[in-house]
C-alpha cells in the first residue's frame, strides 16, 4: 500500500526556520505532484505550495517568498523550507500527493497524516 509520511514539524520562535520532509513509500508506478497544506484550528485547510513532477513550483501568497519546496524523484520525496516563521504559521501541515500505485494503474489523492508545526511570538 502507499503511504505518506511527514515529519520535521516542531516548534519554533518567530522568525526561524524549519524543514519539512514528505517520503511517499510502497508500490508506486508515478507521482504527478505532491503539495503541502496546513490547517489551523476551526479553519479550512489551505494550500501552502505545489510542485509538479518537471519541478515547477507554486505557493500559497500568505507563504510566498518565505517558503521554498522542492522535489528528490529518486527518493519519492519532496521538503519544504520553511524561513522567517510567523505565529500565523502554526498549524498542521499535511503532504499531499497525486500517485498511481503499481496494482491497479488508477491515480489517487493521497495524504498524510500530518506534523504540527508551531511558531511562538
Known amino acids: 500500500q502507499v503511504q505518506l509520511v511527514e515529519s520535521g514539524g516542531g516548534l519554533v520562535q518567530a522568525g526561524g526556520s524549519l524543514r519539512l520532509s514528505c517520503a511517499a513509500s510502497?508500490?508506486?508506478?508515478?507521482?504527478?505532484?505532491m503539495g503541502w497544506y496546513r490547517q489551523a484550528p476551526g479553519k479550512q485547510r489551505e494550500l501552502v505550495a505545489t510542485?509538479?513532477?518537471?519541478?515547477?513550483?507554486n505557493y500559497g501568497i500568505s507563504v510566498k517568498g518565505r517558503f521554498t519546496m522542492s522535489m528528490d524523484n529518486a527518493k519519492n520525496m519532496v521538503l519544504l523550507q520553511m524561513n522567517s516563521l510567523r505565529p500565523e504559521d502554526t498549524a498542521v501541515y499535511y503532504c499531499n500527493a497525486d500517485i498511481i500505485p503499481n496494482s491497479d494503474h488508477v491515480q489517487y489523492d493521497y495524504w498524510g497524516q500530518g506534523t504540527q508545526v508551531t511558531v511562538s511570538s
Open positions: 510542485i509538479t513532477s518537471d519541478g515547477n513550483t
Open positions: 510502497g508500490s508506486i508506478l508515478s507521482i504527478n505532484n
